[in-house]
C-alpha cells in the first residue's frame, strides 16, 4: 500500500475520530495513535480514558502535545514496525503551542509540521476540528484561534491526499477518494 497523507476535519462530537479509528483498522495492520491531549483537568482525563478504551488491541499510543513535526520525522526509528500515525487532534495542539509557547510560536511550528507532513515516509491521518463554521468569537484570542485553526486546515488540506469532512458521523470527501468499505 502506498504511503497516504489523510486529514479528517468536522465539528466537535462529530465523529471524526472514530472515522478515523476505523479507517486506519480497516486500511492498516499496525497503526500508531498519536495523542496531542493532556489530562489538565478531569473531564478532559475522562476523555483521554474513553478514546483509549475505543482502541483495540493492535494499536500503540505515542502522547506528543507539543513536538509533534520531530515525532513525524523520527517515527521510523521510534516506531519500526508501525505502517500509519493517527494524529489526534491538530486543534488540541494548537491549543498547546499557543498556550505553552504563545501566539509567536505557532507559524514555524506549523512550518515545521508541514515540513513533516510532506516528507513522511510513513501514512499519517490527522484529525482537526473545523472551527469556522460557527459563530464568531467574542474575544480576541477566541478569533486568532479560529483564525490559526482554519489556516492550518487549509494548509494541511493542500498538502494532503484525502480531505473527509464528518457531519453527523458522515463522511463527505472533499479531495480524493477512500474505498467503499469507510465510506459509509
Known sequence: MDMERIIILGGARSGKSSFALK??????RRPLYVATAEALDGEMAARIRAHKKARSRRWACAEEPLELAGLINRAGKLFPG???????CLTLWLNNVIFKEGMRAFQK???????AVRASRKSLIMVSNEVGLGIVPENEAGRQFRDLAGWLNQDLAAAADTVVFIAAGLPL???GSLPEAVSR
Open 109 to 115: 511550528r506549523k512550518t515545521d509540521l508541514l515540513k
Open 82 to 88: 508501525k505502517d500509519v500515525l493517527l494524529v489526534d
Open 23 to 28: 479507517l486506519a483498522e480497516t486500511r492498516w
Open 173 to 175: 470527501v472533499l479531495k
